[in-house]
């Protein structure tokens, strides 16, 4: 069977796109690997099947590329612009993903998700674990530049409180009024140019050090400029909570799944 496809970038972070609209679309976690695998395959961090839903605008179906399932914050601006290609939605949108429903909306030249609000911030020691749909350790730095990102990464992940479930790896460096994140993404294994749930939950992790309360933050990951605008309500409580940056087509094509 021939499927089409289209491949879309958001900073970096880069999606293999399926419309699943007009007929079921089932992929085996053998094919998900093959499909995202960089020199035998079409390459890509993750897969996304975009569904039709009784209640919201469209269901977005996402997984990593080692066919593990879980929330992608990038990845969610770039089902939006690709239901927009599909003629699912304009301007604004209600959609299902793996952790509940989330509202989408185009800013200007880009695409933004609001994000689950947030209730728990773990502080472990300077660093701090947070879940904003996906888990996050953070991790400030004095240069994130001189950060070996896979092994020191690989090091949290695959530690003993986080090696069962899993958790991504961010690296924060605060510079002339911006963040500077790389993160290591479980279920990629790799460091990746960016990543939406977890430069927001470096954005809380900031609010919260410096005791703001409402606040845009500009984060610069390796693939891009990401911004951040929340409110917090008391010391642990973050809401209204938006991811906003670029969602951009690369190119389509199709494949052949046997």
Not at 153 to 175: D, H, L
Not at 211 to 223: C, D, E, F, M, P
């Amino acid at each position: 069977m021939r499927i089409a496809f289209s491949k879309y970038q958001g900073t970096g972070n880069d999606f293999i796109m399926i419309d699943g609209t007009k007929k079921t679309v089932n992929f085996s976690v053998d094919q998900i690997q093959k499909l995202c695998e960089r020199r035998f395959g079409i390459g890509a961090d993750g897969l996304i099947i975009i569904k039709n839903h009784d209640e919201y605008d469209f269901e977005m179906d996402y997984y990593n590329s080692d066919g593990s399932q879980s929330f992608c914050g990038n990845g969610s601006r770039c089902a939006q612009a690709y239901a927009k290609e599909l003629g699912l939605i304009e301007q604004t949108s209600t959609f299902l993903a793996i952790d509940g429903v989330h509202k989408g909306k185009q800013d200007g030249d880009d695409f933004a998700t609001r994000m689950g609000n947030v209730n728990e911030i773990n502080e472990i020691g300077d660093d701090f674990f947070i879940n904003t749909g996906s888990p996050h350790y953070i991790r400030y730095v004095e240069d994130v530049d001189a950060i070996d990102v896979f092994e020191e990464g690989r090091k949290v992940r695959y530690s003993k409180e986080y090696k069962q479930e899993g958790t991504n790896v961010n690296f924060v460096t605060e510079q002339d009024g911006f963040l500077r994140v790389r993160t290591y993404e479980r279920g990629v294994e790799a460091e990746t140019f960016s990543c939406g749930t977890g430069v927001t939950a470096v954005a809380i992790s900031y609010v919260f050090k410096q005791n703001l309360s409402a606040s845009k933050v500009r984060i610069l990951t390796r693939g891009g400029d990401l911004k951040i605008s929340l409110n917090r309500h008391d010391d642990q409580e973050f809401s209204d909570i938006w991811l906003i940056g670029p969602a951009l087509k690369v190119f389509e094509g199709s494949f052949e799944i046997k």
